[in-house]
């Protein structure tokens, strides 16, 4: 079906560690996004992945689009208490029989960081 | 560049009113979407415009819902009569038609039914 799953629901981890979303489709993505909510905010877009196995990094974090490019996944190294918020991941999939991309997200990972 | 406005920040009503949102999208922006999102779970997808047309309701509870782009540009969302689950913040979001473009939300409605 047209949708993306994603986990863990939640993450607390100590400021320093790192920390792993993971995001899975049965089907196979035209490419993925991910966007970052803080909390009481709204959500931001932080990347967009389209190539099979392709790898960006931004900073601390690292994304990952898989070979069969159903699964994503977005990586912290050394997580500070600015990067707490809730990471979404996000997938296009044809909107109503037309064309037009369907943005649907994940349920998200709230992150929570211990200083 | 504006971002994507949307308005009222906050709304409380009472269950079996009605309320209605407003959203003014980036300009230039053909695809409009409204999302309702529950606390502690992902944007759910409700309706998706493309300029002034609607290409996807399938989420949209349409005994209670409805919302319109006439221009294709403003766009309003409206829940009549309101009941206490439809308690959620909603979200606009407007991109560009290409596939690769990102989504740009507002700052969102945050809607209390008592």
């Known amino acids: 079906g047209q949708q993306v799953m994603q986990i863990p629901q939640y993450q607390h981890v100590q400021e320093g560690e790192d920390f792993t979303t993971y995001c899975n489709s049965s089907t196979t993505l035209s490419n993925i996004q991910w966007y970052k909510q803080r909390p009481g905010g709204h959500p931001v877009f932080l990347i967009q992945l389209v190539k099979s196995g392709e790898v960006k990094k931004q900073k601390r974090l690292t994304f990952q689009f898989g070979e069969a490019k159903k699964n994503s996944s977005l990586h912290i190294t050394a997580t500070q208490t600015t990067d707490v918020g809730t990471y979404f991941c996000?997938?296009?999939?044809?909107?109503?029989?037309?064309?037009?991309?369907?943005?649907?997200f994940g349920q998200g990972t709230i992150l929570t960081v211990h200083p | 560049e504006a971002g994507v406005a949307q308005s009222p920040r906050y709304k409380i009503i009472e269950k079996r009113q009605s309320v209605a949102f407003w959203c003014n999208p980036i300009?230039?922006?053909?695809?409009l979407y409204w999302y309702q999102q529950i606390l502690g779970q992902g944007p759910k997808l409700l309706i998706q415009f493309q300029n002034n047309g609607v290409v996807d309701d399938s989420q949209l509870p349409k005994d209670r819902f409805s919302a319109e782009r006439l221009k294709g540009v403003d766009s309003t969302l409206k829940i009549q009569p309101a009941k206490l689950e439809d308690s959620a913040v909603y979200l606009c979001?407007?991109?560009?038609?290409?596939?690769?473009?990102?989504?740009?939300f507002g700052q969102g409605t945050r809607l209390t039914v008592v």
């Open positions: 979001a407007s991109r560009e038609t290409s596939w690769v473009a990102e989504a740009f």
């Open positions: 300009s230039g922006h053909a695809t």
């Open positions: 996000a997938a296009l999939f044809n909107a109503g029989g037309t064309s037009y991309g369907k943005l649907t």
